[in-house]
């Protein structure tokens, strides 16, 4: 994947490695979807990946985002669990959980954002360079050396 990606390569990317990405989510994801398709008032939605969670017994929407937390993607988040709780969950599963990517995040914005919302949902933050094979790192500059080069544009 290059610096500048979109949602749609990071997901490619996540799904080429899902089993190493359900070995980082823990023991019990099972997947059901990407860009799983749900309708709410006779509009479509597309949940980025849909997964179950086998122990837990319960749905886990992960939504995905290529720059820095917005207070907004947590009511995206917020919805598509709610949307998935009223019309995928049965009465034998637990709670739809709402995992948000992203490229970085403000721990206060976050805070705030999520305070008064009762769905477990939590943010984390994906780092690119960790996946790039071995042979190839002394051969690509470094995020920071990228953006040092580029005057740190991507600080707005």
Request: glycine share 8%.
């Amino acid at each position: 994947m290059t610096e500048r990606h979109n949602e749609r390569e990071l997901e490619d990317g996540l799904i080429e490695h899902l089993t190493k990405f359900l070995l980082e989510l823990g023991a019990g994801f099972a997947f059901v979807g990407r860009q799983y398709k749900i309708t709410v008032d006779g509009d479509e939605y597309s949940i980025d990946l849909l997964f179950y969670h086998l122990r837990l017994h319960c749905y886990v929407v992960i939504e995905l985002k290529v720059e820095k937390f917005k207070p907004e993607y947590a009511g995206k988040l917020n919805f598509y669990v709610s949307a998935v709780d009223s019309q995928v969950r049965t009465d034998t599963d637990g709670p739809t959980i709402g995992i948000l990517i992203c490229k970085s995040k403000s721990d206060i914005k976050v805070e705030y954002s999520l305070r008064d919302l009762t769905k477990p949902i939590g943010v984390s933050e994906y780092q690119i360079t960790e996946n790039l094979p071995e042979q190839f790192r002394s051969s690509i500059p470094s995020i920071e050396q990228i953006e040092a080069e580029l005057g740190g544009w991507d600080d707005e």
